[in-house]
């Protein structure tokens, strides 16, 4: 499978560079609790280049991701639930509102790594095909694996909240690791904005 480069770009940029990008500007469903840092290159889709993501202070290195603390949400199996619970739900379930970008979401004060591998336990067990290692075009699971992601920008000491300039969505390879919790990842085609006017938002179709 040949890789596809794509730039990790802010909004205000790709809709400037590319007219009539199809850039997903609301996800509202399967939406990790955690916020990735891209490099400058961007990342690439397919099995060819698969990352590690690993919990990193700001201004590290990237990629690397930062824990985010969504607000409750009545919307899907998480509905009710606040702070740790809301956290561990949203990395097994999938947080169900819709966050926006460009958009801001605060950061939770503490460490949230044991709730980040709990969640993703779950989800992993959860799925149909539990097989570690392989690549997306050979899944045959029942999506659990399929997540989205905010793309953040990095912040500084004392920054309670963080700039979301768009969504990624990524296939996880692996069970997580234990220490930092590291994410083996493949970035696979990025949801698609659909739009009707009932709705008073963008919802997301996938490809």
């Known amino acids: 499978m040949r890789a596809v480069l794509r730039h990790a770009l802010p909004l205000v940029v790709l809709a400037t560079l590319i007219p009539g990008s199809t850039r997903a500007q609301t996800v509202c469903d399967q939406l990790l609790p955690i916020g990735i840092v891209a490099p400058e290159t961007g990342f690439q889709i397919g099995c060819a280049t698969l990352y590690v993501l690993r919990y990193a202070p ?14 409750p949400c009545a919307n899907g199996p998480c509905a009710g639930l ?14 169900s509102c819709c966050v926006s970008a460009p958009g801001t979401i ?7 790594a044991g709730q980040l591998r709990a ?16 690549c997306f075009s050979d899944y045959r699971g ?5 997540v989205n992601v905010p793309l ?8 309670t909240q963080v700039q979301v300039v768009g969504f ?20 696979v085609a990025e949801p698609t904005p659909t739009w009707n006017p009932t709705w008073g938002r963008t919802k997301i179709r996938y490809r």
């Open 82 to 95: 606040t702070g740790g619970l809301l956290f561990v739900c949203a990395a097994a379930s999938g947080y």
């Open 119 to 134: 969640g993703l336990d779950q989800r992993f067990a959860s799925d149909t095909d539990t097989l570690p290692g392989i």
């Open 142 to 146: 029942n999506g659990a694996r399929v």
């Open 106 to 112: 605060p950061l939770p004060a503490g460490i949230y």
């Open 168 to 187: 990624e969505r990524m296939f996880l390879v692996s069970r997580p690791g234990s220490v930092n919790v590291p994410l083996q990842v493949e970035f």
């Open 58 to 71: 700001f201004g590290s290195a990237p990629p690397y991701y930062a824990w985010l603390a969504y607000p």
């Open 152 to 159: 953040i920008l990095p912040a500084g000491n004392g920054i």
